[in-house]
């Protein structure tokens, strides 16, 4: 596995271009894109490419921490296919737009959301398919003891547009609480809830099935907070014993996606969640598919998925 690479805090300092470089910075656009002539800001590329958000990259550029081309670069700076980018002397090769591709990967209990996985732990990142060029990045995390649907997606651009609370893009959980709820907490929670970090509340809530020691809900957020779901049960004194997401925005997790297996979004799921978040993909052209614009769509039969078998053990929604 290919070690974390954290931006340090030191400053830029210079790294010059060697001749190798300047030839690729020359031929590489001509190369690999159909178009060479393709430009956009130098932050908005490095997010897309997942190295951080934007407003972070730009946080770097005013530190002089990004060169392009051996020069060091301002706010504004724009990068062509093919130059040579430097981040800390990490040298980035400048990108044109690709194909977004988003994942549905099902996490299991006890796996981790972090690239730099804790010994005898392992990391959602080790299960996933390789990628030519940029990385995997999640579409939020699920804590330790949380299972179920998590998106990952190459284009950095989605998915903070996807994370972030200005989106409102709902979440949906299947949790397991410990006996009776009385319905005056239910409305309490429906109504809203003061926690540490401020108000809270489930936009809805639906009993799903019971037993005799526990009963099933399934509840749907407009926001990501850090165990967000947990922390609005435990205010009412309720007790979480299985906690499940199982829809983000239009992309649910079906039966046939098996803990620790993921598939991949096609056609109109895929443009489903784009469209969800007004996301314009750069490069794309009005009326077109996201998953078309500058790159042919998977046939049906090119389909990359891990092998799944049903998923049992959460009560299905009732209708």
Wanted: proline fraction near 5%.
């Amino acid at each position: 596995m290919r070690r974390r690479w954290i931006p340090p805090s030191a400053a830029w300092k210079t790294t010059p271009v060697t001749r190798t470089e300047r030839g690729e910075a020359h031929g590489a656009g001509r190369k690999q894109h159909a178009d060479a002539r393709f430009e956009e800001r130098v932050q908005k590329m490095l997010a897309r490419l997942g190295l951080g958000s934007r407003r972070a990259i730009e946080a770097w550029i005013e530190a002089g921490r990004v060169s392009i081309n051996g020069s060091r670069v301002v706010l504004g700076a724009r990068v062509s296919v093919g130059d040579i980018v430097r981040v800390d002397g990490r040298r980035i090769r400048a990108e044109g737009p690709r194909r977004i591709r988003v994942l549905r990967y099902h996490k299991p209990l006890g796996e981790l959301c972090s690239r730099a996985p804790e010994p005898g732990r392992s990391s959602v990142f080790g299960k996933l398919p390789g990628l030519r060029s940029g990385r995997w990045i999640a579409v939020g995390r699920l804590d330790l003891n949380t299972s179920g649907l998590l998106l990952l997606s190459n284009d950095g651009g989605l998915a903070h547009r996807l994370m972030h609370p200005s989106s409102e893009v709902e979440r949906e959980y299947a949790v397991r609480v410990r006996g009776e709820v009385a319905p005056a907490v239910i409305e309490r929670l429906r109504a809203g809830v003061l926690l540490a970090d401020g108000m809270a509340r489930f936009e809805h809530i639906e009993a799903a099935g019971s037993s005799e020691r526990n009963h099933w809900y399934h509840v749907v957020l407009r926001e990501g907070r850090n165990r967000e779901v947990r922390r609005l049960w435990e205010s009412q004194g309720v007790q979480v014993s299985r906690l499940m997401r199982i829809r983000y925005g239009p992309v649910e997790l079906p039966r046939r996606v098996r803990p620790g297996r993921w598939e991949e979004l096609q056609g109109a799921e895929l443009d489903a969640l784009i469209e969800a978040v007004g996301f314009v993909p750069q490069g794309a052209s009005h009326g077109k598919s996201h998953t078309g614009s500058w790159a042919k769509p998977l046939a049906k039969s090119a389909l990359k998925s891990s092998r799944q078998r049903p998923n049992r053990g959460v009560p299905a929604r009732r209708k």
